[in-house]
């Protein structure tokens, strides 16, 4: 079984200069043998294998100008190349194409393979050494497959992936079952009845406003425009850490006390794809449209979809994701489907049986419904 961790590292000076230089090389293999590869197959209409690839970094390595490429971990460059070939590879299979890496990013990293240890702690990183780090759980064990390590909002961390030995299959015991509807005005409405708001970000996101007002007020290239955008970046991450613990306690929540939970398959890219309307006037459409985008984004229910699956799979749980089609639409006493019945955002009520309930725990049994006795919602046995 794989499993991650993300520890913060405290590089001094000497090692913070080699781990710039070990981005820097990584971010250039991934954008040069790109542009290889794309420029020979629109070109001669030639492919070019990520071996090939990788003899052609070792040459440059022996000329003059990019000689600077010895410096840089071989094994890193190595996996540099392979993380751009399975982007290619995920482009031929209908994903989207390749991009170029941008040394403005506001996320850098690269990534080790193998040769990376541990030792209580400090982490050892070819080419920089023993860094101290903070974070490492004990019971973390196991062979490490890969190291990212990554520089953002002037922090270093690296996320370690390591393969623990086989545990002995799981089985749980509990019959319990829910369905679960995501929201942007309840992160979380559940067919027992549970209604959760999304976190609070009021505050933070003020902050933000504030720290982003104060660096656009700076002059380019000062020393006070670097603090406040320093500022800026660590108010981002602090963000963004907060809903991910957010999120990792909701789904713990309802892994510990669940044996299967059921949620709506969404394509959340696609829900969040533009409205059309022109940059000089928008239309009243596409500015609401853009602040629904901006929450559904916000709520990450991607991610809490990936928490809850893998936290239930440790338990033993299980993950069932069914068809969204109708599911706030339908009458869950009923069956009877229609638009009229959500009359508010909040408010369901049945325009056939007269049922009315919260439109969110209406759409949450619909799902478990859906989930556990299939589409056809007019089997009703108790779970």
Same mark, same amino acid.
């Given at each position: ?97 390749? +991009?170029? $890496?941008?040394?403005?990013? @506001?996320?850098?990293? %690269? !990534? #080790? ?5 541990? &030792? ?22 196991? +062979?490490? $497959?890969?190291?990212?390590? @990554?520089?953002?909002? %002037? !922090? #270093? ?5 390591? &393969? ?165 639409q339908m009458c869950n006493r009923c069956s009877h489907t229609s638009k009229e019945n959500r009359k508010s955002q909040e408010k369901f009520v049945c325009t056939s049986c007269g049922h009315s309930a919260n439109a969110d725990i209406n759409a949450s049994k619909n ?17």
């Amino acid at each position: 079984m794989l499993k991650a961790q993300k520890v913060r590292l405290y590089p001094n000076k000497a090692q913070q200069e080699i781990i710039s230089s070990q981005i820097g090389g990584a971010r250039y293999v991934y954008n040069r043998t790109l542009a290889l590869r794309k420029y020979a197959y629109n070109k001669f209409g030639i492919k070019i294998g990520k071996y090939t690839l990788i003899k052609h970094i070792t040459r440059l390595k022996k000329r003059e100008k990019t000689s600077w490429l010895k410096e840089i971990d071989s094994q890193a460059i190595q996996q540099s190349i392979a993380n751009m070939d399975k982007a290619y590879q995920h482009f031929f299979k209908g994903g989207g194409y390749p +991009k170029f $890496k941008s040394r403005h990013h @506001s996320r850098q990293s %690269y !990534q #080790y393979p193998q040769r990376v240890k541990i &030792d209580g702690n400090k982490v050892f990183l070819p080419k920089v050494g023993w860094v101290k780090c903070k974070g490492l759980r004990r019971e973390f064990v196991g +062979k490490i $497959k890969t190291v990212t390590v @990554s520089y953002e909002a %002037y !922090q #270093y961390h690296a996320s370690i992936l390591v &393969d623990i030995e086989e545990q002995e299959t799981i089985i749980n015991h509990n019959a319990k079952a829910v369905g679960i509807d995501v929201g942007v005005s309840l992160i979380v409405a559940d067919s027992n009845g549970n209604k959760i708001k999304p976190l609070d970000l009021m505050r933070e996101l003020s902050k933000l406003r504030t720290k982003a007002q104060q660096l656009s007020r700076k002059k380019r290239g000062s020393n006070n425009r670097a603090k406040a955008k320093a500022k800026l970046a660590k108010q981002n991450l602090h963000i963004a850490n907060m809903r991910k613990d957010f999120l990792h306690k909701l789904s713990l929540q309802y892994a510990e006390n669940q044996g299967i939970v059921v949620v709506e398959d969404l394509k959340i890219k696609n829900m969040t794809k533009a409205t059309k309307g022109t940059v000089e006037k928008p239309s009243k459409n596409a500015k609401a449209k853009r602040g629904l985008n901006r929450a559904i984004t916000q709520q990450s229910w991607g991610l809490f979809f990936e928490l809850l699956e893998y936290k239930l799979q440790e338990r033993g749980g299980q993950l069932i994701k069914v068809d969204p089609k109708h599911t706030s639409q339908m009458c869950n006493r009923c069956s009877h489907t229609s638009k009229e019945n959500r009359k508010s955002q909040e408010k369901f009520v049945c325009t056939s049986c007269g049922h009315s309930a919260n439109a969110d725990i209406n759409a949450s049994k619909n799902i478990l419904d859906r989930g556990i006795h299939g589409n056809n919602a007019s089997l009703k046995i108790a779970v």
